[in-house]
Structure formats: C-alpha cells, structure tokens
C-alpha cells in the first residue's frame, strides 16, 4: 500500500528562513525526485549556520577534487517533502541556474534573503586606491563595491527591482559576456562606495542574525571607518 500524500504546508517566513532561500537561491540545489535539497559551499561556517536555521542534524560532507589541490567543498543533505514543496510555490526550483525569476517573499523579510543572497554568491570588494601625489603627498582613497550575480537575467532584474523597492539602493545592472567559448553569460548588480555603506546598515540591522561572519566583518570594518564628519572613509592603513 502506497503512503498518504502529505498534504501542501505553508512556512512562517521568519529572518532565519528568508536567509536561508536567499542562501538556496544561490547556492542550493532541488533533486528532481522532489524530496531532497542540498547546500554546498566551498565555506563550512556557512553551512553550520544553514542547519542551525532549519533545526537540521544532518551531517556535513566534504569532497575533493581528485588531482586538484584545491580546498575541499562541503555540502549538506535533507529530506523534506513539505519544505521542497513549498520552495517550489515561492520560485525555487530543481535545476534554476538559467531560468529562476522572481522569489515570493515578503517585503519586510527581503532584507534578510538579501543578506543569504550575498553570503552565498555576492561579494564585498574593497581596496586602497592611491593616486594624486600633491607637493609629495600621496591621497589614498577606499575602493567599496558590492556585487550580486545570476546567470539568470529575470532573476536578477527581478532582484535589482526589489532592491530599490525595499532599500533605496539602486547598483548598476551589468551584462558581463564571458570570456572562455562555451561558458555562460553573467548578470551583476553593482553598487559603488556608499551605497554599499548604506545597504551594510541595513543587512546587519541587529546582533545575533544569521550570516556568513566574514562578509559581515568586511563591512563592519568599512562601516566603522566612515568620518562622521564628512562622510568619507578615511584610510586607516
């Protein structure tokens, strides 16, 4: 005899669960026999915290890549029927890379996905930028840039509407070709220096939230070096 079909579950959305589809988003994967979800990341702390958010005590992996001398990756595994069920209703679907759109997720939890969104396939770029030598004085400036990716250029305009929407920030909308034959063209969102600074505020609005601690450091050392004065960063090197 065949087991009952479980029936359709709705999922409170709490910032813990909008950090995680902003996590499966990215770097996520729905199995095509419609039960399994994995998370992989070259970033164990990542994963830790991707199972202390869904309550999971599933184990880690890890795998290497024969011949490569290259860290190893981690992944974690799950079976949940429900859960897969409802990723799929809010937009997450089994093999999204090109052609996931638009999430289903409301305003006020939009913040917390974007943080999942950047921890796992955004970046935090900042460098010293030395120029204008003046009566042998050398200016340095601090270089912030933001950036969020998809090889999917519905979602990631979907994503670009939503972060004007939902933070003010508007980031530039890039179409990067790629550069090796048979690789697949790249969507990106931009955001230069003190939009960055202003959209950090906002992604670690508290203590104790669910992120990736290294992105999070990168920006509170940015943030903690702004001049209160004039608003600039001031080079602390």
């Known amino acids: 005899m065949s087991r009952p079909k479980l029936p359709f ?3 409170l959305w ?26 992989r ?6 994963l830790v915290t991707f199972k202390k958010c869904l309550r999971l005590e599933n184990k880690i992996g890890e795998s290497y890549d024969k011949g490569k001398e290259k860290p190893p990756s981690y992944r974690v595994q799950f ?9 799929i209703s809010i937009g997450v679907e089994p093999a999204k890379t090109h052609t996931i759109s638009k999430i289903k997720i409301p305003k006020e939890f939009f913040i917390d996905f974007l943080r999942g969104h950047l921890d796992g396939d955004g970046t935090i770029l900042t460098y010293q ?23 999917s250029e519905k979602h990631i ?30 969507w990106q ?11 950090f505020k906002q992604l670690y609005y508290q203590k104790n939230l669910p992120t990736l601690d ?6 509170e050392r940015l943030l903690n070096n702004v001049n209160a004065d004039s608003g600039k960063l001031v080079c602390t090197a």
């Open 129 to 151: 930028d030395k120029y204008n030598v003046y009566k042998g004085k050398r200016y340095t400036n601090t270089r912030v840039y933001t950036y969020f990716i998809s090889a």
């Open 157 to 186: 305009k979907w994503l670009h509407g939503m972060l004007k929407r939902c933070t003010g920030i508007s980031g530039a909308l890039i179409y990067r070709k790629p550069n090796i034959p048979n690789r697949v063209p790249m």
């Open 214 to 219: 290294r992105k999070r450091a990168i920006a």
């Open 189 to 199: 969102i931009k955001i230069a220096k003190y939009e960055s600074l202003k959209l």
């Open 9 to 11: 579950k709705e999922f």
């Open 79 to 87: 079976c949940n029927i429900q859960f897969y069920k409802w990723l």
């Open 41 to 46: 990341s070259s970033d164990k702390c990542m």
């Open 14 to 39: 709490t910032p813990e669960l909008a950090y995680v589809v902003g996590l499966l988003v990215t770097d996520g994967n729905l199995s095509k026999d419609g039960r399994h979800i994995t998370m």
